[in-house]
């Protein structure tokens, strides 16, 4: 009998669903506003169960994985959390891709289960490549034209279940999200039971999550979804310094309103950075070098997207599932917790790497 060949190793890690995974993230959540401990995550210096919150704030920075967080770690807002909280490595789903982490956290289930893996696929129900977000065909300029056809969001996407979850618990959830977006099927979707609420700007966005935190007193979740910087490292790569200048701008924004919007401000509240993925350049054992310039788009080609999936132009719908999730650092997502009221004002000691950031550490706002 012909011996099998080992399986080449291209440096791919697979997620760990059982506790150590993106996916895990929702479960934890209803766990930190109910006080039941049923998430397998747990992050490091966390006891399971050991307390329930009023209030859980999550800041979803897309594109913010491990890889970026070792790059910025000596940035105040990384060491505070570092600090008065914890900071976790965790893996990205498979594939690593906005679409099927945002649908998770969500839906509170995996992207196998959900089915939202990319913002372009084929689906059966229509017999066509879609683009969810857009909730109409790809390739489409038009929004929303599955809905002139009589296809409904509730016959192609999945509901937003965490809400939908909380709410019979007594917690509402609150999503402010892009205003290109806000209106569209697939969020009204996701954000099932939920109030959702559009900003323009990051800055306003973070207003607007002060405000509701001012104003709501009853239990929440209350999610800020912010993709800019996944969206500069699509336009010029990830090693380019227009994408760690936006990344810099991006934690000084949260730095800023992290010290004087909410640390202090807001008792039993718990606040987490969260992250799906990273970008990579390099060497992809799927489809070879890759620059900023050469990878794959993921925008369907010229082909009629109505004609049966056997006719799909495979040469350019194969890149659209794929050019996210290569390589290990694709797959190293992060989780950073704080709460808000466990801040001390005097000055914590802090050990720097070298003499070199001895002055950075000195500075720190702790």
């Known amino acids: 009998m012909k011996r099998r060949r080992p399986a080449a190793d291209h440096g791919f890690i697979r997620p760990n669903y059982n506790g150590g995974s993106f996916a895990d993230i929702p479960s934890l959540v209803q766990d930190l506003l109910t006080g039941v401990a049923t998430s397998a995550l747990q992050p490091v210096g966390w006891q399971p169960g050991s307390r329930r919150f009023q209030r859980v704030v999550t800041l979803f920075v897309d594109a913010f994985g491990w890889r970026f967080f070792e790059r910025f770690q000596d940035h105040p807002l990384l060491r505070r959390f570092a600090n008065a909280g914890s900071v976790t490595k965790?893996?990205?789903?498979?594939?690593s891709t906005t679409s099927a982490h945002v649908t998770t956290l969500y839906t509170g289930v995996p992207v196998g289960q959900h089915g939202v893996y990319e913002w372009f696929y084929y689906e059966p129900q229509v017999d066509a490549m879609i683009?969810?977000?857009?909730?109409?065909?790809?390739?489409?300029?038009?929004?929303?034209?599955?809905?002139?056809?009589?296809?409904?969001?509730?016959s192609i996407l999945p509901f937003?279940?965490?809400?939908?979850?909380?709410?019979?618990?007594?917690?509402?959830?609150?999503l402010v999200q892009p205003r290109d977006f806000f209106n569209s099927t697939y969020t009204k979707q996701m954000g099932d039971s939920a109030r959702m609420i559009p900003y323009l700007t990051m800055p306003e966005g973070l207003a607007t999550m002060t405000q509701?935190?001012?104003?709501?007193?009853?239990?929440?979740?209350?999610?800020?979804?912010?993709?800019?910087?996944?969206?500069?490292c699509h336009i010029h790569g990830p090693e380019r310094p227009q994408s760690d200048a936006d990344l810099e701008a991006t934690l000084d924004i949260l730095e800023r309103w992290v010290t004087r919007d909410v640390l202090g401000k807001f008792s039993d509240t718990l606040?987490?950075?969260?992250?799906?993925?990273?970008?990579?350049?390099?060497?992809?054992?799927?489809?070879?070098?890759?620059?900023?310039?050469s990878r794959p788009t993921r925008t369907p080609c010229s082909i009629s997207t109505r004609r049966p999936a056997s006719t799909i132009c495979a040469r350019c719908c194969a890149p659209i599932a794929a050019a996210s999730f290569w390589r290990r650092p694709a797959l190293a997502a992060t989780f950073l917790y704080m709460p808000t009221t466990r801040i001390s004002t005097k000055r914590r000691p802090c050990s720097p790497k070298s003499s070199a950031n001895a002055a950075k550490c000195a500075a720190l706002p702790q």
Do not use: C
């Open 90 to 95: 965790i893996t990205s789903q498979f594939p």
């Open 131 to 154: 683009a969810p977000l857009l909730f109409s065909f790809a390739g489409e300029e038009q929004r929303e034209t599955l809905v002139n056809q009589g296809v409904e969001g509730p």
């Open 212 to 232: 509701t935190l001012r104003n709501v007193k009853e239990p929440m979740w209350l999610i800020g979804y912010f993709g800019m910087f996944d969206a500069v």
């Open 271 to 293: 606040l987490m950075i969260i992250a799906d993925h990273i970008h990579f350049m390099g060497t992809n054992p799927l489809m070879g070098p890759t620059t900023a310039r």
């Open 160 to 174: 937003g279940q965490v809400s939908r979850t909380l709410a019979a618990q007594g917690v509402r959830s609150y």
